[in-house]
């Protein structure tokens, strides 16, 4: 049973524009949300991450919004550049394990 | 700094074939230990996690098993490959469950 989810596979964004990735989980004991930036036949880079205590954390330009009521979490990158087109992972963290989405495949066009 | 080293990069072996995955980390102590499988457009799926030497959680039955003979040594082995255990493998560490970072990964392809 998928406990963290991203249902959109793909995004596509003009360049300069806002990038919005979504992830929702179903677990109400997650206590930390990461998001992770992967290349192609890479290792996943650590992007930002956001604590159950706090609805917003921000990183130059990449913004995580969490909403505990809708178990939602959002990633804003602004403004979005062709360095970003990645495939994004959100993960979410309880005791010893951390739970990933399938990821969204970031596009941005020039 | 902390850095985690896996090895080999790419791999390829006929199905039957014995697997050997080593992942090393540098710079910390007693830190957790992740083995992942990212199947070709798929997510990151958990497969053996372990708290500390001796230590392995089995998150999916499988032919493949795991072992930590070390503080930072995580080894994932088989020993008869399947076509099905193509993917990307990664191995991963973090401390307080709170950051976990990834190595460079593996390219498995079984023929």
């Known amino acids: 049973d998928q406990q963290v989810k991203q249902n959109s596979p793909s995004l596509s964004v003009q360049e300069g524009r806002i990038s919005i990735l979504n992830c929702d989980y179903t677990n109400s004991m997650f206590d930390y949300f990461l998001w992770y930036k992967k290349y192609p036949a890479e290792g996943p880079t650590f992007l930002i991450s956001?604590?159950?205590?706090?609805d917003k954390n921000e990183d130059g330009r990449f913004t995580v919004f969490l909403n505990k009521s809708a178990k939602h979490l959002s990633l804003h990158i602004v403004p979005s550049q062709p360095g970003d087109s990645a495939v994004y992972f959100c993960a979410a963290s309880a005791a010893d394990q951390f739970y990933f989405g399938t990821g969204t495949s970031l596009t941005v066009i020039p | 700094s902390q850095t985690i080293h896996q090895w080999p990069a790419t791999l390829v072996q006929p199905v039957g074939s014995p697997l050997s995955l080593e992942c090393t980390v540098e710079?910390?102590?007693?830190?957790?230990l992740y083995w992942y499988r990212q199947a070709a457009g798929r997510g990151l799926q958990l497969l053996f996690y372990?708290?500390?030497?001796?230590?392995i959680s089995s998150e999916v039955p499988q032919n493949l098993s795991a072992s930590r003979p070390q503080d930072r040594q995580f080894i994932l082995s088989s020993k008869k490959l399947l076509l099905s255990d193509s993917g990307f493998y990664l191995c991963a560490w973090s401390v307080r469950v709170r950051e976990q970072y990834f190595g460079p990964g593996t390219r498995l392809t079984v023929t």
């Open positions: 710079g910390t102590s007693n830190p957790n």
């Open positions: 372990s708290v500390g030497i001796g230590q």
């Open positions: 956001i604590s159950s205590i706090k």
